[in-house]
């Protein structure tokens, strides 16, 4: 029987489902805690041609890479604490890790979820103009969108949007409200020092888009498991996803009252902690699925 891989961190509910998952179903799951590689962990590749020969293990027998059927990558590409990064030598370690990390996941023949693109490696998080840049051609409805470093722009845009905005800073995830003068005032002081992300605030109901591969989980505000998804809807969320060569990923949609979806955010490597638990037993599922190839 072929092993499978998780790599992560002890805390990701994810890993600790899909390795539930694997446990229960008598599948070999080796689990490689990123934040506590060393110095356990036990790596060794040849490099031949177009061949991918080696062995990876974790503190127990090294498993050849032939035997291994599939790999849930989580990893944030820092094997170190936090106090450690701060040091050149634990700045090394990341550097090397990650390196060594994306290459040989690039190399592997079995299911690996997700082998990342280039365009992906540092942005866990991707906005409108990064989804429509990477998904060209993906008849999808996107809320407006501005990215300036004018207070002028800013405030037309604002106007043009009725007032309903949202600005998103460019290293966070979580978006700020404009609504009123006073919104706007404080967001032009920033114009100047930094370019202001801004999106139309589309009125309507969320809804979370879970893709695994060929399978959508629609996920409610509450985390409840939701109805299903209009069928060109989740179709159009697998297209987004398959363009992006991600077999798991989760994207944040509006249902407007007309009957509009728009899609909003994409995340690469959800964290599924506010998903109930109906919804995140039928994702870790579909991940078993897509590293096995057969029901868990």
């Known amino acids: 029987m072929t092993s499978i891989v998780v790599i992560g961190r002890e805390s990701d509910v994810c890993c600790q489902l899909v390795r539930a998952r694997l446990a229960a179903d008598g599948r070999e799951c080796l689990f490689v805690p990123e934040d506590e590689l060393l110095p356990g962990l036990h790596f ?38 936090v106090s450690s990064f701060q040091t050149k030598d634990g700045q090394y370690i990341t550097s090397e890790w990650s390196a060594l990390l994306l290459a040989w996941l690039h190399r592997l023949p079995c299911p690996v979820i997700n082998r990342l693109r280039p365009e992906l490696w540092y942005k866990t998080h991707l906005h409108v103009p990064e989804i429509v840049a990477l998904a060209p051609g993906v008849p999808f409805k996107w809320p407006a969108v501005r ?32 609504e009123t003068a006073a919104d706007l ?16 605030a589309v009125a309507g109901e969320r809804r979370d888009a879970y ?16 109805e299903a998804l209009p069928a060109p809807v989740a179709r159009r969320c697998r297209d987004i996803a398959h363009a992006l060569d991600l077999t798991f990923c989760m994207l944040s949609l509006v249902a407007t009252g007309g009957g509009d979806w728009y899609g909003v955010r994409l ?30």
């Open 211 to 226: 893709v695994v591969g060929p399978h959508v989980v629609p996920v409610a505000m509450d985390g409840g498991r939701a």
């Open 44 to 81: 060794a590749w040849r490099i031949s041609g177009d061949e991918c020969e080696g062995t990876v293990g974790m503190g127990s027998r090294p498993i050849p890479f032939s035997d291994l059927g599939g790999v849930l990558a989580r990893a944030w590409g820092i094997p170190v604490s």
């Open 185 to 200: 005032d404080k967001l032009a002081t920033l114009a100047a020092t930094l370019p202001l992300y801004l999106t139309e």
């Open 267 to 296: 995340d690469r490597m959800p964290s599924l902690i506010e998903v109930g638990e109906e919804a995140r037993q039928e994702i870790a599922g579909d991940l078993v699925v897509a590293l096995t190839g057969s029901a868990a």
């Open 147 to 178: 990215v300036t470093t004018s207070a002028d722009e800013a405030r037309d845009f604002y106007h043009r949007c009725r007032g309903r905005v949202r600005y998103w800073p460019l290293t966070q995830h979580v978006p700020y409200p404009v």
